[in-house]
């Protein structure tokens, strides 16, 4: 006999969101190296989780930010691979498609962007101005947007 965990299928639906932003606060960057700070960055903005140990994201950023120039990714992971033994680090996570993958992360919080086969900080902005142009102006303007149709549809709808 079947039991009926099994007899019946239960149907989940996973929601997908749009867009999301993750935002955390941390104490104030003094006396931080260059790799920390790009790291506390990355914490803060949510593309690190707290205690991650599978960090490349942040050699990727941080490359991108030394470099200045446009790079391939195949540019971009030698250099995290160059980053990573100067610092000696694991070399965890530094495969040709998980750097292509980090780089997706960045250009979809709007602090990179591919131009023909390479990669560079949106539009060649100064990093400070990546926040207000495109990460408060585009992203959280419109996460807000949302949430508060949100509010206010449950606000009508319990009225």
Known sequence: MKTLKKM???????EK???ELTLRKYEKPYKLNDRELVRKLCLSIGLLQPGDSRDVVVDVLYVLL???TNMNSEDVRS?????????KLPLIG????????QLKRLRDMFLIERVA???????NLEFNDVLSEKLEKVMLSSV??????????????FK
């Open 117 to 123: 086969n390479s990669y560079r900080i949106i539009e």
């Open 66 to 68: 030394k470099g200045k």
């Open 94 to 101: 530094i495969t040709s498609s998980n750097i292509r993958r």
């Open 17 to 19: 969101p749009i867009a």
């Open 144 to 157: 807000l947007d949302r949430v508060r149709e949100y509010f206010k549809a449950v606000e009508e709808n």
């Open 8 to 14: 019946v299928k239960k149907t989940v639906i996973k």
């Open 79 to 87: 250099m995290v691979v160059n980053l990573r033994k100067g610092k």
